[in-house]
């Protein structure tokens, strides 16, 4: 089962297709990341709360 590779919270497969490049399992960003997100192909300090 793929992880997030900031936080370690679980992803599901479907998530990890869609969000990672070919050839990497796990993201290095996901939705309950409090401190990161993803900005285009690169993930980015957040600059605000995102309300978690």
Known sequence: ????????????V???RV???RGVDEPRVCPQCDDLI???SDVREARSSRGN
Do not use: I, K, L
């Not at 089962?1 to 599901?12: A, D, L």
């Open 14 to 16: 479907d998530y990890a």
């Open 38 to 40: 993803r900005e285009g």
């Open 1 to 12: 089962m793929p992880h997030c590779q900031n936080c370690n919270s679980f992803v599901t």
């Open 19 to 21: 969000f990672t490049p």
